[in-house]
């Protein structure tokens, strides 16, 4: 027997395609909130990692890409901290990217005055 229609087959074998996207896509959001908890709550958001995975991998083996995919995020999170110290501190009333921002802050008001026919500041 053949159905007539093969949409609702071909509905039923993709689910699997998308389940496993979605478990990598939500254990790799699961994996960055883990990495920036601490105590109760990190061990909780690794147990929510390893059921998704668990979930991905039983609904297509593809899935298990997670694996690489969580060591590269741990990895990259883990060093742009050690990096990158985000100072919020001013020096002598700039921040510490101030050429920068002092020229977006001057053209913004330069387009301001622009728009609102006033003399360039």
Known sequence: MHP??????TNIVGRADLIAALAVLGGLLICIRAIEAAG????????ALAAITTLG???KESAV????VIGCTAVRITLGKARRPRSTTKIKGRSPNGAREAGRDGARRASRA???????P
């Open 57 to 59: 991998v039983f609904a």
């Open 65 to 68: 890409v997670i694996v690489g």
């Open 114 to 120: 622009k728009a609102l026919g006033e003399p360039p």
């Open 40 to 47: 109760g709550r990190r061990l909780a958001w690794l147990a």
């Open 4 to 9: 007539l229609s093969t949409e609702a087959v």
